[in-house]
């Protein structure tokens, strides 16, 4: 698996981004400023990824940052909208205020990535995927949904019936606080029951389908149904 492994992606420099974070937890602030330490400096030493930097920032936070292009795309909350498109009687363009009006679901979960590392009981607070499907009304010959990220390279998808699942989210906080953008805010998807490559972050575009059209890792030999603890020859504890 390696740099190709599902989250790794073009060399991310990933150690050295969790240290950024780190920095940023000491008091850089997330926006204009960590995003340009990234994209400008951070981004021409990806080479240079496995310096241990996060193990002399124990503020690093929880999680690891992946982003497949090498850099972290940028969207305010404001600006963002969420388009709803494809077998669907009504699309859509969503603004945040607009998925915050649809009930507030919030799940606990552990959050497992395919590659082993696993954040536990990570709060999740967002929107029912099935709630936003509904606000579109899917045509009958729609049995399969898209998503799009707006770094334009990331894709994934689910079948209709495991987008409906209760625990499948269109989230707009991470631990109890607004998604940031490394973590793929303001607003990325959230499928609880697997592994971490199927929640798509920056989200940008909901897209139902007639059949199943695999993602950016699925092209790569993951498993499209991905079922912690029972895909991809893994043998993780299911969560929840
Ligand atoms: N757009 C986009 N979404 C993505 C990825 C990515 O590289 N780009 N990586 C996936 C993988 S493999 C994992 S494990 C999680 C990691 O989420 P995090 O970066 O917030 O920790 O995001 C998933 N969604
Ligand atoms: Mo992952």
Not at 169 to 174: K, P
């Amino acid at each position: 698996m390696d740099d190709q492994a599902a989250g790794g992606g073009t060399p991310v420099g990933r150690r050295v981004v969790l240290g950024m974070l780190g920095l940023g937890a000491a008091g850089v602030v997330w926006g204009s400023k960590l995003a340009d330490v990234f994209n400008r400096v951070l981004a021409p030493v990806q080479a240079m990824d496995g310096t241990g930097l996060t193990s002399l920032l124990p503020a690093a936070g929880r999680f690891r940052i992946y982003s497949v292009v090498g850099f972290l795309p940028r969207r305010t909350p404001a600006e963002y909208r969420l388009r709803v498109t494809g077998l669907v009687e009504r699309p859509l363009e969503l603004t945040l205020a607009d998925l915050q009006a649809l009930t507030p679901v919030r799940l606990v979960r552990d959050f497992q990535c395919v590659t082993g590392w696993r954040v536990p009981e990570v709060p999740w607070k967002g929107a029912a995927l099935s709630a936003v499907l509904d606000a579109a009304g899917v045509k009958p010959e729609g049995r399969a949904v898209s998503f799009k990220s707006f770094d334009r390279s990331y894709t994934e998808s689910l079948t209709l019936d495991q987008a409906r699942r209760p625990d499948v989210l269109v989230a707009y906080e991470l631990e109890d606080k607004p998604v940031s953008g490394a973590h793929g805010g303001p607003v990325r998807l959230y499928v609880a029951p697997m592994y971490g490559y199927k929640s798509c972050k920056w989200l940008e575009e909901i897209e139902v389908t007639a059949t199943v059209v695999e993602g950016y890792w699925e092209e790569r030999g993951y498993d499209t149904d991905a079922w912690i603890g029972r895909s991809n020859g893994r043998r993780d504890d299911p969560v929840g």
